[in-house]
């Protein structure tokens, strides 16, 4: 299995510019998210996702939109990229945020670098 | 303000040795709390975990112990090796969302 997988690896933008970081897994988790980790900081929680269709913000969502449209795939779509969202891009994925456990299972990450 | 902290930026043991790594939480309805490695270039994988009701969780060379009144936990690697330097992340999970803290860097010298 592949897990959970994330496009691009690396990624630089100039100031205003749109994109997407793709976040797929093959699991069928039910639960995914996405953090973003500065430097010397801990991984903090942008958007998640309990199941197709439903998605909420976390503890930085500003700048960033999301959608779950399937199961496997949870896309992050920054909409006006700023030098502040210089970091790396963690996605995560599992079973389900009713296990209190929750174990996630995260991607490589994409570095982001905003120019 | 952080509701998980770990106050130890970096920690350097000699291989053979303990490595204790700290972890304290603010928020009493944290009900399980976890620790994560991370390898550069890599996302962090699953190490551990522990339920708020229980005190010691261990697996293999991995203990991690829970003081609830204080609110702290630590996380014990005995005998440490070089493969375990890495950074760890502990975090804290309230009905199935997971706060993290900055995380620990340990280097485990041969």
Known sequence: ?115 | DQQVKQNSPSLSVQEGRISILNCDYTNSMFDYFLWYKKYPAEGPTFLISISSIKDKNEDGRFTVFLNKSAKHLSLHIVPSQPGDSAVYFCAASEAGKSTFGDGTTLTVKP
């Open chain 1, 1 to 115: 299995n592949a897990g959970v997988t994330q496009t691009p690896k690396f990624q630089v933008l100039k100031t205003g510019q749109s994109m997407t970081l793709q976040c797929a897994q093959d699991m069928n988790h039910e639960y995914m998210s996405w953090y973003r980790q500065d430097p010397g900081m801990g991984l903090r929680l942008i958007h998640y996702s309990v199941g197709a269709g439903i998605t909420d913000q976390g503890e930085v969502p500003n700048g960033y939109n999301v959608s779950r449209s399937t199961t496997e795939d949870f896309p992050l779509r920054l909409l006006s990229a700023a030098p502040s969202q210089t970091s790396v891009y963690f996605c995560a994925s599992s079973y389900g945020i009713n296990l209190a456990k929750n174990i996630q299972y995260f991607g490589a990450g994409t570095r982001l670098s905003v120019l």
